[in-house]
């Protein structure tokens, strides 16, 4: 996993919709949705203002839920290298866990996670983006479960444990931003890890 200042892996948009939605992405994981503006977004972006709405007809709830989707996409992408990398679902959980706490270090804890801060903002009022963020999750428990499982656990024990380890795992994402420290991090990490072998 590369290290960046964000929870968002370094990935180089390659098209300007993709350079709309990677800056949405990083904008909302630092503000959220209400404070994300869409004339910041296109000048951050360095994209042209005319092509957002090409991309994004119906303005910034759809833009925000292709943003979530790519979030979610950049989580499951970095939880599929760190299980490649460990062999195992503990060590790729504690893993992880050491590479969030990093990355809020290098933002100076001003970033956070994109699904939990939509969530939290807007799932009352938005059901795309509340669908969005529900997706997003279910992915990342979809293969966690499914890598617990083939480290031998059961179908359930695996639900279970991989629904329980990426609440921990956002839980302790909002605490180190509260705290101002990634020790809540690296303190579930290690339990996550003995608690999945």
Known sequence: MSKTATLLPAKTPATTRE??????????????YAATGLNEIVEKSGAPKGS?????????????????DWSAECFSHTLDEAIERTGSAADAVQALSVQFAIWLEESAFRDGSPLTIV???TGAFS??????CQRGYQSAVDALADKLRRDGKSAKDASDLALWAIASLEGA????????????????GKLLQKALV
Do not use: C, D, N
């Not at 350079?19 to 959220?32: D, E």
């Not at 059901?127 to 969005?132: Q, S, V, Y």
């Open 52 to 68: 957002l709405y090409y991309f994004f007809p119906k303005g910034k709830e759809q833009l925000a839920e292709a943003a979530v």
């Open 119 to 121: 969530a939290v903002e």
């Open 19 to 32: 350079r709309f939605v990677a800056m949405t992405a990083k904008l909302m994981s630092r503000r959220g």
């Open 173 to 188: 994402i909002i605490l180190a931003r509260t705290q101002h420290s990634a020790e809540p991090l690296r303190r579930i």
């Open 127 to 132: 059901e795309p983006l509340r669908l969005a």
